[in-house]
């Protein structure tokens, strides 16, 4: 028997259920996380365009944009305190060990996120009744916040890939807690510059990737360019400046953290000259099977010369490395992040290219075609190099330190396969319901639009009206917008002072409108 | 000396969150209370509109209890995730269900679309305070020490059913006084009444319930029983009373922002009578504060974070009430969300010039 199923036979039962449960919940928040880090940065640049060239399209934009973003977060906020709560259901051993060591950069995380949460309920409320500029202002920190945030996110897992800060005693315990070394791990910046800018990038990707989609079917008037040019800026800026981060961080571990470096390249025996492999397999005898070989290759990049020597996974007894099955998971996410992220390199030069020639946005179907699949193929990558980083750290939680397999919970392994059902049914109805409300809203504003361009009236309030009779469409919001009153006049100290369509209660004794008092 | 003080700032997140979060999942309470769509439509009109813009905040203050607790205290984390891991792991898929059951009834169009995430957002609304309440139940009656597994003797006994229907009740007192006020600043002077009485009631409940508790606690946790019955245990018991009746008294008569002060104060007097019963222990009677403490420099530093994050998240909080109370935060509704004609015609007026 090969001496990986050795390892799997020994570790307890729950242990696969408990991981398969983290890596599910993880991946579902991941899909949401560039949009929680990055997407207000983005609406705020569409914002800051809106009123400083008072583009209403521009503000029309931004506004929508908050809409998605007070539903995104919200469930961010949820699949995110589901995580948290796994740190104790599923790994108590990491957190009654090691808690006190690395937990400092959630605590940051905990603090920034609550800043989070108030300055984006503000920014996503006050749109109506807050003064244009104010409204602006009160927002301008959230981007910082969520900075701050990814801080000790990205400080607690570099931790968990190069553990320093501590001491271990006579029983094993961590002593003599350094915060600062803590925090400050030797994978710590490039993680958390490679993470942000890949939020960045993925979720301009994203956004962008709506507005073309309405391009190739041929919605192309100022709003959808708009919509589609600014966020795809942003991203294509980001995108070769990830190229070059990436790279780093790729060094970075085989640097710091050798062994997991050979499973992600699958080298088996320390060498130089290493051949670099795309794809194939790795074999428990340490054979590679399919793929593309490219000699010396690997060696090359890991040290800019063929003679770089690169550690092999046996150069460690097997129950400190991955298994091949892992290698091989690691390698292929590896790969497939690089691939991915090399077409979204090409894809932001053919649009820097076009700008630069002719200063104009590109005109062919297949680059509308390409940015269309973008926001996919950027959460991709960010799923692959999620994939890549966490398996190829295995069998390690704490690198070096401590095994998956010692940090997870009694908890049978039935109760625990009973629970990632529940999850999985209820993160399919979370992300169905998401799908559903983003169309939803999407054919609203495209039938509203559609109204708007041929000069109809807008539908009556009844239409959209979920409960009962509504109150009588108020006076006074409809006057001719003074000059100088800015942009949009809804954001005005004074336009807002009556109710309107969506937005009043159901008829009942008493009521009056729901006025500023 | 620090770990003391970082088992302080672990209480006052609770008791915050107790308050915080325990508004809104009494606002959820009333939500599943207010009967069927017709009928309870202007209660849950209300529900909506005042609780959008602070739910989300209200809820981050779990998120930093936990990280106090794994940080400052990572074998009481352990501890108690380890033996309650049922009620744990049933509070958390109720919290996901009742902030996804929340955020998508808004948007979405259809009756029926909107009962099923009204319903799932009040049932949860229910189910996860009381859950957090039997967790927090079996800790003080002394179920839980470091080693325990998870069974349901650790979080079934009696003082987590009391403790459990406790939550619950005072989510719906504070649910009920929150929203009272909120009536009144949406000029909805019948849900004024509405939501009074049922603020009474619950207090009456709560009355009654807290006479139950103090009997089982007695026979069930005999060390919180004695801490609430001499000390500092005894002076929040106190000011805990004195709140709760002076909420009554305050409710009788014309309701203010003062109600809301004296609600909030007699849950987290609560709150705070129950942690300081309790002392020396997080764990009655087999884990100390002292002995559960992380590293002294890790609290030391977690001491900074709070502080520096006071500095930085009070003003933004009471911004946020601020404005949220004085009508400042107001949902885009759909016509903000419309590309305008002019501003002439269905008053919508967003995008003036369009």
């Known amino acids: 028997m090969p001496p990986s199923f050795h390892l799997l036979a020994d570790a307890p039962a729950q242990l696969l259920p408990a991981r398969e449960l983290m890596a599910f919940t993880l991946a579902s928040h991941i899909i949401l996380v560039p949009l929680g880090v990055a997407f207000p940065f983005i609406t705020l640049v569409m914002h800051y365009r809106g009123l400083r060239r008072k583009d209403p399209a521009a503000l029309l934009l931004a506004r929508r944009w908050s809409a998605v973003m007070a539903v995104q977060f919200a469930l961010g906020i949820v699949t995110g305190t589901v995580l948290s709560f796994e740190f104790g259901l599923l790994w108590p051993g990491l957190m009654g060990r090691w808690g006190d060591v690395f937990g400092i950069g959630f605590g940051v995380e905990a603090w920034a996120f609550f800043l989070e949460a108030v300055l984006i309920a503000i920014y996503l409320y006050g749109w109506r009744r807050l003064k244009p500029r104010t409204h602006f202002l009160l927002g301008l920190p959230l981007p910082a916040a969520a900075l701050l945030g990814a801080?000790?996110?990205?400080?607690?897992?570099?931790?968990?890939?190069?553990?320093?800060?501590?001491?271990?005693?006579?029983?094993?315990?961590?002593?003599?807690?350094?915060?600062?070394?803590?925090?400050?791990?030797?994978?710590?910046?490039?993680?958390?510059?490679?993470?942000?800018?890949?939020?960045?990038?993925?979720?301009?990707?994203?956004?962008?990737?709506?507005?073309?989609?309405?391009?190739?079917?041929?919605?192309?008037d100022h709003y959808h360019r708009l919509g589609f040019a600014l966020p795809f800026t942003i991203a294509a800026v980001a995108t070769p400046v990830q190229f070059v981060l990436g790279d780093s961080l790729a060094r970075s571990v085989f640097h710091k953290q050798p062994v997991k470096f050979a499973a992600m390249e699958i080298v088996w025996k320390t060498d130089t000259r290493v051949p670099e492999y795309i794809f194939g397999r790795l074999q428990e005898d340490g054979s590679v099977k399919g793929g593309i070989r490219i000699p010396m290759l690997d060696s090359l990049l890991a040290g800019f010369s063929v003679d770089t020597e690169v550690r092999g996974l046996s150069s460690v007894p097997p129950d400190q490395r991955?298994?091949?099955?892992?290698?091989?998971?690691?390698?292929?996410?590896?790969?497939?992040?690089?691939?991915?992220?090399?077409?979204?390199?090409?894809?932001?030069?053919?649009?820097?290219?076009?700008?630069?020639?002719?200063?104009?946005?590109?005109?062919?179907?297949?680059?509308?075609?390409?940015?269309?699949?973008?926001?996919?193929?950027?959460?991709?990558?960010?799923?692959a190099g999620w994939v890549a980083a966490e398996v190829g750290r295995q069998p390690w939680i704490v690198y070096e330190n401590m095994r998956v397999a010692e940090a997870v919970t009694a908890t049978r392994s039935t109760t625990l396969w009973v629970m990632f059902g529940?999850?999985?049914?209820?993160?399919?109805?979370?992300?169905?319901?998401?799908?559903?409300?983003?169309?939803?809203?999407?054919?609203?504003?495209?039938?509203?639009?559609?109204?708007?361009?041929?000069?109809?009236?807008?539908?009556?309030?009844?239409?959209?009206?979920?409960?009962?009779?509504?109150?009588?469409?108020?006076?006074?919001?409809?006057?001719?917008?003074?000059?100088?009153?800015g942009p949009a006049d809804g954001d005005g100290p004074v336009g807002g002072d009556s109710p309107v369509g969506g937005d009043s209660p159901p008829a009942g004794p008493g009521r009056t409108g729901k006025g500023r008092r | 000396m620090t770990a003391d003080l970082i088992a302080v700032v672990l209480l006052l997140a609770v008791a915050a969150y107790a308050c915080a979060g325990g508004t809104d999942y009494g606002a959820g309470f009333w939500d599943l209370t207010a009967g069927g769509a017709r009928r309870g439509s202007r209660a849950r009109w209300l529900v909506d509109h005042a609780m959008a813009p602070v739910w989300e905040v209200n809820n981050v203050w779990l998120i930093f209890v936990l990280v106090i607790m794994w940080t400052g205290f990572p074998v009481l984390f352990q501890a108690v995730f380890s033996a309650m891991w049922v009620p744990l792991a049933l509070a958390v898929v109720g919290?996901?269900?009742?902030?996804?059951?929340?955020?998508?009834?808004?948007?979405?169009?259809?009756?029926?679309?909107?009962?099923?995430?009204?319903?799932?957002?009040?049932?949860?609304?229910?189910?996860?305070?009381?859950?957090?309440?039997?967790?927090?139940?079996?800790?003080?009656?002394?179920?839980?020490?470091?080693g325990t597994e998870a069974s349901a003797h650790a979080w079934a006994g009696p003082t987590s059913l009391v403790f459990g229907l406790g939550a619950v009740t005072a989510t719906a007192f504070l649910g009920a006084v929150f929203l009272t006020g909120d009536a009144r600043r949406f000029d909805a002077p019948d849900l004024v009444g509405y939501f009074r009485w049922r603020a009474l009631g619950s207090l009456g409940v709560l009355a009654v319930l807290a006479v139950v508790t103090a009997f089982v606690l007695h026979d069930d946790s005999p060390h919180v029983w004695h801490g609430l019955t001499r000390g500092a245990g005894l002076f929040f018991v106190a000011v805990a009373v004195v709140s709760a009746v002076a909420t009554g008294v305050l409710l009788l008569r014309v309701p203010g922002v003062w109600v809301r002060v004296a609600a909030v104060g007699a849950v987290a007097s609560s709150v705070l009578a129950w942690g300081m019963a309790q002392r020396p222990y997080?764990?009655?009677?087999?884990?100390?504060?002292?002995?559960?403490?992380?590293?002294?420099?890790?609290?030391?530093?977690?001491?900074?974070?709070?502080?520096?994050?006071?500095?930085?998240?009070?003003?933004?909080?009471?911004?946020?009430?601020?404005?949220?109370?004085?009508?400042?935060?107001?949902?885009?509704?759909?016509?903000?969300?419309?590309?305008?004609?002019?501003?002439?015609?269905?008053?919508?007026?967003?995008?003036?010039?369009?």
């Open chain 1, 151 to 220: 801080f000790g996110i990205l400080a607690a897992n570099s931790w968990m890939n190069t553990p320093r800060g501590f001491t271990l005693d006579a029983q094993g315990k961590p002593v003599n807690v350094d915060v600062w070394k803590a925090i400050f791990t030797p994978m710590f910046g490039p993680q958390y510059w490679h993470f942000v800018v890949a939020m960045v990038l993925t979720a301009g990707f994203m956004v962008s990737g709506v507005y073309a989609t309405g391009w190739l079917r041929g919605r192309r």
């Open chain 1, 322 to 383: 991955p298994t091949a099955t892992q290698a091989t998971i690691a390698h292929w996410a590896f790969d497939v992040m690089v691939l991915v992220g090399s077409a979204l390199v090409v894809l932001a030069l053919w649009y820097g290219l076009i700008w630069l020639r002719y200063r104009r946005l590109p005109a062919s179907k297949w680059f509308y075609r390409c940015a269309a699949c973008a926001g996919v193929g950027a959460v991709v990558t960010v799923e």
């Open chain 1, 422 to 485: 529940i999850v999985v049914v209820v993160y399919v109805f979370l992300f169905g319901s998401f799908l559903a409300v983003l169309l939803s809203m999407r054919k609203r504003w495209r039938l509203a639009d559609a109204q708007h361009t041929a000069g109809g009236p807008p539908p009556a309030p009844e239409t959209d009206a979920p409960y009962g009779p509504r109150g009588p469409l108020p006076v006074g919001r409809g006057r001719p917008r003074r000059t100088g009153d």
């Open chain 2, 95 to 146: 919290m996901v269900l009742r902030g996804a059951g929340f955020v998508f009834r808004k948007p979405s169009r259809r009756l029926a679309g909107r009962r099923l995430y009204g319903a799932v957002f009040a049932v949860a609304s229910v189910v996860t305070p009381f859950f957090l309440g039997a967790a927090v139940g079996g800790v003080a009656s002394g179920r839980v020490a470091p």
């Open chain 2, 282 to 354: 997080l764990l009655p009677t087999s884990l100390t504060v002292a002995d559960a403490a992380g590293a002294p420099a890790t609290l030391t530093w977690l001491g900074v974070v709070t502080l520096v994050a006071l500095l930085l998240v009070v003003p933004a909080v009471v911004l946020l009430y601020w404005l949220d109370t004085h009508g400042e935060l107001e949902e885009l509704s759909d016509s903000d969300l419309r590309r305008s004609s002019g501003g002439a015609t269905g008053g919508d007026g967003t995008v003036g010039g369009g």
